[in-house]
């Protein structure tokens, strides 16, 4: 059973102002709780597209979306090939594109995964089970200023340094081999006090070997820059993310693509090549209502932004 009780379903597709014969893509498929909902809204004509990289999410939503063969369609790939990916199909234009980052709940309550500073698991933490790199590899054979340059920008961890001293004389001994030994590393690490505040001891360490085990900002960042190439004029982009660093990098983009640029002063019109791309729809992000909040805990760090193509 795939469990993942999807986030600001309804304000993130009603966003996307569905045409009933339009081409979209999600581009984080998962349990697909938003494609579900958007093929819900098309006509025959209308395709959907959706990625995810962990084949667990793609054998899940394909047989729950099968009733849906002529609209739907699932990719097994990285988001960062969007435009690759879909010019394979022979798509070269789409009326929408919606993400919803991060980690599934399966993905995260799966032990074995490697996700969850609650289980005591093999370091792993990779979303596409493929991939090269994992947890394990990060913990044990990076240098200890790699590991504090990603505990500090990838986790925001003030005790960054310390927890990569502490894994570096660990190692030196024996390889760290679970998310067990990892958390007991993390709580000698952080001082009493601060290991009593802002939730468990363990996570922005973890958020921050998850980022990079799976290079999820930079995919992420060069994926938006391909879905405001892709959209057709009046189609939309629609974002959720779970914490600060996502959302930076697509307030950032967004915002960069819906400014006029310095112009010359006295200029009377904007020449048509200086107008912006995009359109901010929303000024201020989307945050779930009180009621999402209290039945699925999950979203309480969801920002939904959203701009359309102009
Ligand atoms: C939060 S879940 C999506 C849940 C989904 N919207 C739903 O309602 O069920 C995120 C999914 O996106 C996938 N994912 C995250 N980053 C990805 C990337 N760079 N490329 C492809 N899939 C990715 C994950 O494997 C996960 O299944």
Redesign the pocket.
Known sequence: M?N????L?KESVDGLNIRPDGIYV???????????YILSKLTNGGKLFA????E??LRY?REKLKGYAEQFTAIK????YLQEELQHLGINRVDGV?Y????????LDTPERGFSYHHDAPLDMR??LEGDLTAYEVVNNWTYEELVRIFFRYGEEKFSKQVARNIEKTREKRPIETTGELVEIIKQSIPAPARRKGGHPAKRIFQAIRIAV???LK??ES?LKQAIQLLNPGGRICV?T?HSLEDRICKQLLKEASSVPDLPPGLPVIPDELKPEMKLITRKPIVPTEEELAVNN?SRSAKLRIAEKR
């Open positions: 795939f993942h009780e999807t986030v379903l999600d581009c984080t498929l998962g349990g697909a709780g938003h494609s579900s990625f995810d990289q962990d667990t999410a939503a790939s990285n988001f960062k919606l919803d980052l991060g980690v599934s709940s399966p993905q979303m596409d799976n290079d999820e995919a992420f994926s959720i779970f999950r």
